[in-house]
């Protein structure tokens, strides 16, 4: 293990295992702190997809690489604490586990990113008591580590509620961005020959992708088929369980033909689909949603839900139509946003203010008293 210097910040990613929201938070983070000379490192027990090739400043990821098992791990990073000079700058948890993790290795004072809490960990109704238990037991550790002299922080105002019923805590709200900076709109691209709809997500259950493909087959059954207002298809990014059922769903529905799953995309590519996108659709419930600010920063409206935590300020918006409730809703609301697209309603208004990359770093430094 090389022990990077002592004045250098650590962000602590127990379990590095894909390149999710978190890992690019974290490379984010990193990339603004280098950028202005203060040295950084992440901290993991594991790095299991070589986050330094998803950045593009150096980045020092220190692997514990610990034995099997939590209490192995868990005296790894304590170790690791151990080596630290007592005027090191505090560090940064990144989610759940690291804060769990940073609490029973001792750390004090340390500081939190809570990227989701429990109630976003899967379907509560299907947990059985010892889940419930575990959870319940976890959050007190973690609620003690959190209130001993840090910052929590969060993208969203249902994280906030979530951290004060969860940890009993009053975590601060730095909302994440897409794009490193503010970027100038693009000019309008109003359809021309086709309606092109993109969700770039892993495909998995919580990002209901289920729900777009049978409310597409609903507005197709219409007494007036939406291909008969505008020829469309929908492009979806992203690797996943779910792909070879979704793929027969949509064969069953009868719209087979103009759903594409892509799998994983490279940078050039998506920023293709991107830049061809009408709507971007994404009704998944999370924490908080960066690829909605993503696709408002390139000029594309968004569909998302209100379980999104991104949605605290789209709520006022043509630019964006938000979906509250069930699946029931879903097919309706996409009827709206397709009309909005189509009428070229989102262009009459500014966007609102969209945060960036560069924005929340800053934030997130200066909460975290590393500048």
Known sequence: MQTP?????PIIITEIEQFGGAE?????????????????????????????????????VVELKPGAGARKKIASLRAYFNQQ????????????????HATLAGQRGFHTLMHDTPSLFGDQDSRGLSTKL??????HIIGYGLRSGGNTIVTSEFLRSECRKDFNINAKIARMGGLETTVSIPPAQPVSDKLRMFSVCRIEPNKRIDWIIRALAELE??????SATVDWRLDLAGKGSLIPS???????????????FHGFVRDEDL????AQAHLFLMPAVQGYGIPAIESLQRGIPVLLHRESGVSDILLDTPWATVLTGGEENMAPALR????SILQGRHYTVLQPHLPTEDEWAERVATLCNWL
């Open 5 to 9: 210097p002592g004045a250098s910040r």
């Open 24 to 60: 690019r938070s974290v490379a984010a983070l990193s990339r603004w702190l280098y950028q202005r000379d203060l040295p950084n490192h992440v901290v993991t027990y594991f790095d299991r997809c070589n986050l330094a090739q998803y950045t593009t400043h150096p980045l020092q």
């Open 336 to 339: 709206s946003a397709i009309e």
């Open 246 to 260: 979704l793929r027969g769903m949509a064969q069953d529905l009868g719209i087979g033909d103009r759903i594409h």
């Open 134 to 139: 575990r959870i319940a037991v976890s959050n």
């Open 85 to 100: 000079p007592a005027n090191s700058p505090k560090p940064l948890a990144s989610g759940y586990q690291p804060a769990l």
């Open 221 to 226: 059954r219409a007494d007036k088929p939406l």
């Open 271 to 274: 920023e293709q689909l991107f």
